[in-house]
T-cell receptor, first 112, second 114 residues
């Protein structure tokens, strides 16, 4: 089955630690996206990538970093510089010529 | 710049009654518009999309939406609510069909009572 997978589903982190969230897709999509979701806020764009080895900051990139070494993978690192990292993180992808994005199941990050 | 306003943060209906979730948008371009649904602790699923073809768009699970350019609205409707429709719904705008980003509304929580 084609789709997007995110792991882990739940993640706990101590303050001051970096943590990496995984996102993999087998849809052969060129573009991939990371969003943060907080209650009552909708989704806010963190980073996106249109092609391998290229990515752009979204609206709330501070305290986050990404890489795009393979078309299928777009990991997100939440660094210790992110002041309030507890949130639900969603990864999405989009194929060329399509408008809609397809979403993964999400990772819930909690900072203890 | 584009923006989306979902006019209700919560909507409560009884099972079997009609559903109306309201959305207004603002866009400098001819927009593409979407409705996504999210069940608790899940990803988002596409319900339907408008991409400048028919103004009345039919989606999955009996939902439909009408694009009204003069009112800059894209309201989501369903004739008869089911308990399984209880979820959060997001109205979304995209400006073109390239690699553009999406702008999300803040969401409307639909509550369905028996």
């Amino acid at each position: 089955d084609g789709g997007i997978t995110q792991s882990p589903k739940y993640l706990f982190r101590k303050e001051g630690q970096n943590v990496t969230l995984s996102c993999e897709q087998n849809l052969n999509h060129d573009a991939m996206y990371w969003y943060r979701q907080d209650p009552g806020q909708g989704l806010r764009l963190i980073y996106y990538s249109q092609i391998v080895n290229d990515f752009q900051k979204g609206d709330i990139a501070e305290g986050y970093s990404v890489s795009r070494e393979k078309k299928e993978s777009f990991p997100l690192t939440v660094t210790s510089a992110q002041k309030n990292p507890t949130a639900f993180y969603l990864c999405a992808s989009k194929g060329l010529g399509y408008n809609e994005q397809f979403f993964g199941p999400g990772t819930r990050l909690t900072v203890l | 710049a584009q923006s989306v306003t979902q006019l209700d943060s919560h909507v409560s209906v009884s099972e079997g009654t009609p559903v109306l979730l309201r959305c207004n948008y603002s866009s400098s371009y001819s927009p593409s518009l979407f409705w996504y649904v999210q069940h608790p602790n899940k990803g988002l699923q596409l319900l339907l999309k408008y991409t400048s073809a028919a103004t009345l768009v039919k989606g999955i699970n009996g939902f439909e939406a009408e694009f009204k350019k003069s009112e800059t609205s894209f309201h989501l409707t369903k004739p008869s609510a089911h308990m399984s429709d209880a979820a959060e719904y997001f109205c979304v705008v995209s400006s073109d069909s390239g690699y553009s980003t999406l702008t999300f509304g803040k969401g409307t929580m639909l509550l369905v009572s028996p």
